[in-house]
Structure formats: C-alpha cells, structure tokens
C-alpha cells in the first residue's frame, strides 16, 4: 500500500497518537461534556493532525509554512483544555502530566517544521 508523504513525517505520527491518547481520555469525562469539553478536545486534536497532512500537500512552502502554524495554534488549543480538565479534576494529575509530554514534543517538531518550511 502507497503510503503518503505526511504518513512518513514523525510529526504527524506523534500527532496521531496524541489524537488517540485524546479520545481514550475524554471517554471518561462526565457525559454532560459530550458537546461541550469531550467535543472541543477531540476536534482540536483532530485538527493538529489535519493540518500537517493538508500542509504536506501545499506546492509552496510559504503555504506549508502556514499550516504548520495552524497545526501547532490547535495543539495549543488542546494544551488550554487539557489545563482545564485537569482544574475541573476530569483527569488527575498523572494523566496531565503524561498527556504534557506528548503535547511539547509535538509542539517542538511542528516548531521545527515549520522552522525548515520557511527556511526554503
């Protein structure tokens, strides 16, 4: 099977397991934040990994570049929900702290990315 370019990219796959650690942890939030909390989260988590793969496609790289940087305002729109459901107690502290570790080494390859994107 042909595997695409954005497949290839550690970021992106570091990004996917985020998405799966996400809705692996959301399934224990109360059901009251199924359309709330529970559905921000994902769809955040999601976008960061959509956002790489679109990039991927782009013919420039100023355009590569700008995806990037869409990626990385999602994940840090995961890390501000994160930080939120730790406050409202919906994970505990071990999880936060997990969950973090894989936030800031996405967050720096997605820095190097799009550090190499606009270096082209």
């Given at each position: 099977?042909?595997?695409?370019?954005?497949?290839?990219?550690?970021v992106w796959q570091d990004a996917k397991?985020?998405?799966?650690?996400?809705?692996k942890l959301t399934q224990k939030f109360?059901?009251?934040e199924m359309y709330g909390l529970t559905s921000q989260l994902q769809r955040a988590a999601v976008s960061v990994t959509a956002n790489i793969?679109?990039?991927?496609?782009?013919?420039t790289s100023k355009?590569?570049?700008n995806f990037s940087t869409m990626?990385?305002?999602?994940?840090?729109?995961?890390l501000n929900l994160i930080i939120i459901?730790?406050?409202?107690?919906?994970?505990?502290a071990d999880e936060y702290?997990?969950?973090?570790?894989q936030i800031d080494m996405v967050a720096n390859k997605i820095n190097a990315l799009r550090k190499k994107q606009k270096d082209s």
């Amino acid at each position: 099977m042909y595997q695409y370019y954005f497949e290839k990219l550690t970021v992106w796959q570091d990004a996917k397991d985020l998405v799966v650690m996400t809705y692996k942890l959301t399934q224990k939030f109360p059901k009251q934040e199924m359309y709330g909390l529970t559905s921000q989260l994902q769809r955040a988590a999601v976008s960061v990994t959509a956002n790489i793969s679109e990039g991927s496609s782009r013919s420039t790289s100023k355009d590569q570049a700008n995806f990037s940087t869409m990626a990385y305002a999602s994940l840090m729109e995961v890390l501000n929900l994160i930080i939120i459901a730790l406050e409202l107690e919906y994970i505990d502290a071990d999880e936060y702290v997990v969950f973090r570790q894989q936030i800031d080494m996405v967050a720096n390859k997605i820095n190097a990315l799009r550090k190499k994107q606009k270096d082209s």
